[in-house]
């Protein structure tokens, strides 16, 4: 349809129900959200009330994230996301690559295998990593039939690390495979027969041609570990809390949504920047698709 003033009628249509799904179950929970998050407890009768707020009532909420014990915990997801990020990272890349020059018959059956976890909810896939991990669990029957452990692999920040890749590992898979497919394989066989060696090759050449994919992969699997609370709650338990597990508590058993409000955005605005700096680097790539 060029021009939605020629069929109004079609465009309202199909428009309406998206915008109404966007509006009542993302923009106003949102919004509600953001004016919680300027909001404290009500003091009635002397008394702070657990389920009445006042609303709009300043920034505490924002000013008490600052708080040492708060910051500890941010800095700490911030670099279990990072790790867990580089290691998707490393190791998505050789298997985006490999499926790139395998024959072209077994490409969909690779990718198959790439977005199988999808397939399977998160919540069981997390409890067959305990399986794997725990005490009397598979890898440590593995590593008794040589005289080795048991050791203790869940509850700590490997678990949680260990997780967070096997979570996000397509997240970083799919963007890759996606630029690397799309590179002009002459670029590779002129560097070779120009006496680069493919080490050589692959950093002067590969990297920054399929650094757009690099940069996508990263956001997509950065954010989502930074917020995320399943996985650290079941693999990491009490000894390896992040930010995502503390605002999931303000919500249930503090019953402190103003302040779980304002955590929710903190990491919205981080986002919001991590966003921003992707359209940056857009920008200065001269056009080129990230």
Request: net charge positive; proline share 6%; charged share 10%.
């Amino acid at each position: 349809m060029e021009n939605w003033k020629e069929n109004p009628k079609v465009f309202w249509v199909l428009g309406l129900p998206p915008t109404f799904w966007l509006s009542a179950f993302f923009i106003i929970p949102l919004g509600f959200l953001f004016v919680m998050s300027f909001s404290d407890k009500a003091v009635i009768d002397g008394q702070v009330s657990i389920t009445e707020y006042s609303y709009l009532t300043g920034i505490s909420n924002y000013i008490r994230a600052f708080d040492s014990l708060y910051l500890t915990i941010i800095w700490k997801s911030i670099w279990v996301s990072a790790l867990a990020t580089a290691l998707c990272l490393l190791t998505a890349y050789p298997i985006a690559f490999g499926i790139c020059f395998a024959p072209n018959k077994w490409k969909p059956l690779l990718l198959l295998f790439v977005i199988l976890p999808f397939w399977i909810n998160l919540l069981i896939r997390t409890y067959a990593l305990i399986a794997v991990f725990r005490t009397q669990g598979y890898v440590n029957l593995v590593l008794g039939t040589v005289g080795l452990g048991p050791y203790e692999m869940l509850y700590n920040n490997f678990a949680v690390i260990f997780g967070l890749v096997y979570v996000y590992m397509p997240f970083m898979v799919l963007p890759l495979y996606a630029t690397i497919e799309r590179l002009d394989k002459s670029f590779l066989e002129a560097s070779l027969d120009l006496g680069a060696s493919q080490f050589r090759t692959f950093l002067s050449v590969t990297v920054p041609l399929t650094m757009p994919g690099i940069i996508s992969g990263v956001i997509l699997v950065f954010i989502p570990c930074l917020g995320s609370f399943l996985t650290p709650d079941l693999l990491g338990g009490a000894n390896a809390i992040m930010i995502g597990n503390v605002i999931e508590r303000q919500f249930k058993s503090a019953n402190d949504w103003p302040f779980g409000a304002a955590l929710s955005f903190l990491l919205m605005y981080a986002t919001f920047g991590a966003l921003a700096i992707r359209s940056l680097i857009a920008r200065r790539s001269k056009g080129v698709d990230i």
